[in-house]
């Protein structure tokens, strides 16, 4: 079974293809810590719904498609 961390990782990965930006272009963005987004991506932790909004609106998405 797949856990909502990996889903969570592969939906940011895709987005972030989609919209052709970088981790670093994210993190400066959000103002969120490289190390931070770095365990998101590699579904090593979750982040909190807060983030989760912040990365919605930036991607254009409802929080869902995270």
Known sequence: MIE?????????Q???DKMQVKAIDVCR?????????????NAKTYP?????ELMARYFGVKKSEL
């Open 29 to 41: 963005a959000l103002d969120i810590k490289q190390p931070t987004f770095s365990d998101w991506m």
């Open 48 to 52: 909190r719904i807060g983030k989760i």
């Open 14 to 16: 895709r987005l972030m």
């Open 4 to 12: 909502n961390r990996e889903v969570m990782s592969k939906n940011i």
